[in-house]
């Protein structure tokens, strides 16, 4: 590892200016001020947005998934809608719908909530699929069409959507495509008790759900977006994500692979990582960190393995899977 480090250091000059890991600092204590104890999920986050990412937070209720995706959307000055999701939501409700305008005798597009950058699709597993297709084109082109018509949606845009487990009562699972389109999916979980003392008690003094302070300007996030498209990777790194790619189209207790979609989603993931962490160059680690989150909801468990069973500790057979996978593969030097 310290060989690619020193490998890494001599191929490309440094891809960042000092100012873009201060943007990203003050981004995370952003985020940090309104989720507690959860400093590898306010990272993650950070990493989604800065590679250009839809993130996907599934957790039971009321462990702080919509407080995360406010928090994230808030931090940045650009414009938020927050759409909930229910199961009589019709896609116009979503995109926009044309109508007729008696002044003007011409039709006329009213823009949906989904003309904005940053959209929090809360619940999003309660809408029907018709419904949840709407956003398909929407997250994999920035664009709509409507009535045979293009709309651009701005930039930057970020779908960050919330979702029940799928066993809970009421819910539609999102179809494998739409899945492949979130970049990551994260799990909040439970705080540890120091944590959930200190939200217990921001309660008491009527703190709770206040959102987080605007921390960048999306001139800022362009700027950190294509400082992440400058981080080195080595080939050797390159084929270490391809090995583990490859190794889920063939893995016995899988019936879905990882798709290319999801391998360019590891890279650029890696970048952000990378930058995050103050250096111009991605190491093996960040492959190791990133590869769950990224890929295991892209997999599908084969019919023989118990698809919602999980382990005590909350960990999915699709998470299971991966981890499995990463402890089969020689890491690269």
Do not use: W
């Not at 104890?37 to 462990?63: M, N, Q, T, W, Y």
């Not at 909530?113 to 699929?129: C, M, V």
């Not at 709407?134 to 930039?155: C, F, K, W, Y």
């Amino acid at each position: 590892m310290a060989v690619m480090a020193q490998r890494q250091s001599t191929l490309a000059p440094a891809a960042f200016s000092p100012h873009i890991l201060e943007r990203a600092a003050e981004l995370e204590a952003a985020l940090g001020s309104a989720i507690r104890g959860k400093g590898e999920i306010v990272r993650f986050s950070v990493v989604c947005l800065l590679a250009r990412g839809h993130l996907l937070i599934e957790d039971v209720p009321g462990v702080g998934k919509t407080t995360l995706a406010q928090a994230l959307a808030r931090s940045v000055s650009c414009g938020f809608h927050r759409l909930q999701f229910t199961s009589d939501m019709l896609p116009s409700d979503v995109l926009g719908v044309t109508i007729y305008n008696v002044h003007s005798e011409a039709f006329e597009f009213k823009p949906g909530p989904i003309f904005t950058n940053f959209l929090l699709a809360d619940e999003i597993n309660r809408t029907t699929p018709k419904t949840q297709s709407a956003l398909l084109e929407a997250m994999n082109e920035s664009q709509v069409t409507i009535d045979g018509r293009s709309h651009v949606l701005p930039r930057p845009f970020m779908v960050i959507a919330t979702q029940n487990p799928v066993e809970h009562h009421g819910t539609y699972p999102l179809p494998e495509s739409q899945l492949d389109r979130f970049l990551m999916r994260l799990r909040i979980g439970y705080p540890d008790a120091a944590s959930e003392r200190e939200i217990v008690r921001q309660s008491g003094r009527g703190a709770l759900g206040q959102p987080a302070p605007s921390a960048l300007a999306a001139e800022d996030v362009f700027e950190m977006q294509e400082s992440v498209e400058r981080v080195a990777v080595d080939d050797s790194l390159v084929d270490y994500m391809l090995t583990i790619v490859q190794k889920t189209r063939s893995h016995e207790s899988l019936a879905l692979g990882v798709s290319p979609r999801g391998a360019q989603a590891l890279y650029r993931g890696v970048q952000a990582l990378a930058l995050l962490e103050g250096r111009d160059y991605a190491l093996p680690d960040d492959v190791k960190r990133l590869a769950v989150p990224l890929f295991a909801h892209r997999v599908v468990i084969n019919t023989r393995t118990t698809l919602v069973q999980r382990r005590s500790d909350g960990v999915s057979s699709s998470e299971r899977v991966i981890e499995e996978i990463l402890s089969q593969i020689e890491v690269p030097l």
